[in-house]
T-cell receptor, first 112, second 114 residues
Framework: AQTVTQSQPEMSVQEAETVTLSCTYD???????LFWYKQPPSRQMILVIR????KQQNATENRFSVNFQKAAKSFSLKISDSQLGDAAMYFC?????????WGAGTKLIIKP | DVKVTQSSRYLVKRTGEKVFLECVQD?????MFWYRQDPGLGLRLIYF???????EKGDIPEGYSVSREKKERFSLILESASTNQTSMYLC?????????????FGPGTRLTVT
């Protein structure tokens, strides 16, 4: 079965520091997309970053970057210079052609 | 900006009632999705639609049905609500091309069935 695993139900980080959220997935496909979504408390889910599996270069969006290890099927999210507004549930998702397969989520707490 | 709206933020219904959850998007997206979000389980796909009047079952369609009569509107129907359908329901839309584009989400409807 195709699965996405986020092994950290909750993480905390001091404001201005760096935190890495982990995600692993299982697939036999060679061409796919991976996503990190953010769901702030009581707010809408939004896309943080997207990685195309055929691209070797890791995606970066401002303070957010990924470490994509295709052979290991690992897709971690690094948040640099953490800010209070980064507090949210973070979901890793894998594109399975007709639907996204989602991880269980990691709750990120930012300590001021 | 893409806007996806859902008819209610909070809804309380009784067991056995028929429940309608409405979702509207304003960006002419072909694809629309209904998810259920439960703590520790992430998002699970209930149904999706890639065109008007078209629908496909997701992972957990039992107890639910959908309707898409117009491109911008995708409705989720609980024919006879049960307490195990108490959950957060999220609607999303995306443009076409293999469903590999960003999905845009509504604010969610927290449904409680008593």
């Amino acid at each position: 079965a195709q699965t996405v695993t986020q092994s950290q139900p909750e993480m905390s980080v001091q404001e201005a520091e760096t935190v890495t959220l982990s995600c692993t997935y299982d697939t036999s496909e060679s061409d796919y997309y991976l996503f990190w979504y953010k769901q702030p408390p009581s707010r809408q889910m939004i896309l943080v970053i997207r990685q195309e599996a055929y691209k070797q270069q890791n995606a970066t969006e401002n303070r957010f970057s990924v470490n994509f290890q295709k052979a290991a099927k690992s897709f971690s999210l690094k948040i640099s210079d953490s800010q209070l507004g980064d507090a949210a549930m973070y979901f890793c998702a894998w594109d399975s052609n007709y639907q996204l397969i989602w991880g269980a989520g990691t709750k990120l707490i930012i300590k001021p | 900006d893409v806007k996806v709206t859902q008819s209610s933020r909070y809804l309380v219904k009784r067991t056995g009632e028929k429940v309608f959850l409405e979702c509207v998007q304003d960006m002419d997206h072909e694809n629309m999705f209904w998810y259920r979000q439960d703590p520790g389980l992430g998002l699970r796909l209930i149904y999706f639609s890639y065109d008007v009047k078209m629908k496909e079952k997701g992972d957990i369609p039992e107890g639910y049905s959908v309707s898409r009569e117009k491109k911008e509107r995708f409705s989720l129907i609980l024919e006879s609500a049960s307490t195990n359908q108490t959950s957060m329901y999220l609607c999303a839309s995306s443009p076409t091309t293999g469903l590999r584009n960003e999905q845009y989400f509504g604010p969610g409807t927290r449904l409680t069935v008593t």
